[in-house]
């Protein structure tokens, strides 16, 4: 869910996962507030693409609408997935051989990309930057995106895999890589967390050859 989506609305999401399909009146009565004051979190919902709703007829009339999650609402509000997720990556760390092991993490970020892939929009690199950056923003993990000399760095102000990358960085580099395919243009971890600073910046290659350069060259002058 977007930064400025209200609790209220999280809570409308929840009720929405729990009960199913429902309409505004049975939403009125769970929270006791006014059907106008549901309706309003549902416009709000339905413009992120987190709730869809289909008309209901009975009789004559204006046909009467219930609302449900649509799948990306599903994906928002599931809890289990951080467990399930640092089951799954224990489980293929734990696999001994080498070649197993880097060609199942290749299959894991193929699949990720191909998933996220349809959300990431935008026709220059700085485009998809900021919509990947809006894209995880959506699921509460805050990035930003800036220019400081020109070229774009999508900048992690928090880890969207804290667990994991303490005990095994090759997470990190899973992350670099899905998100150089995401943006179309290979990107460098130019900066970790775990390295002090607090937080992860992605650069393209180029950008921070650059720097590199002339970081080198400020310490041998």
């Known amino acids: 869910m977007s930064a400025s989506a209200t609790t209220s609305d999280a809570d409308l999401l929840d009720l929405l996962r729990a009960l199913g399909p429902m309409d505004v009146a049975a939403m009125s009565g769970e929270f006791s507030v006014t059907p106008t004051a549901v309706r309003q979190r549902l416009s709000r919902l339905r413009a992120q693409g987190l709730v869809d709703r289909e008309p209901v007829r009975h009789g004559r009339g204006r046909p009467k609408h219930r609302y ?12 289990n997935w951080p467990d399930l997720a640092l089951a799954l990556w224990r489980e293929i760390s734990a696999i001994a051989d080498f070649e197993i092991r880097r060609t199942v993490l290749r299959r894991v970020v193929k699949t990720l990309a191909a998933t996220y892939g349809q959300e990431v929009q ?8 900021r919509s990947l950056a809006e894209l995880l923003n959506q699921r509460r993990v805050p990035f930003s995106v800036e220019r400081p ?12 895999y804290p667990e994991l990358s303490k005990s095994d960085r090759t997470i990190c580099a899973m992350e670099r890589v899905l998100f150089s395919e995401l943006v179309g243009k290979e990107l460098r971890l130019a900066k ?3 390295d002090g600073g607090g937080i992860c910046q992605f650069q393209p290659v180029e950008r921070a050859a ?6 080198s060259l400020e310490k041998n002058a």
């Open 192 to 194: 970790c967390r775990h």
């Open 149 to 160: 000399a020109g070229e774009p760095v999508l900048t992690a102000h928090a880890c969207p």
């Open 122 to 129: 935008g026709g220059t690199i700085v485009d998809r930057m």
């Open 210 to 215: 650059i720097l590199e350069r002339s970081a």
């Open 68 to 79: 449900q999650l649509t799948l990306k609402g599903l994906r928002l509000t599931g809890s």
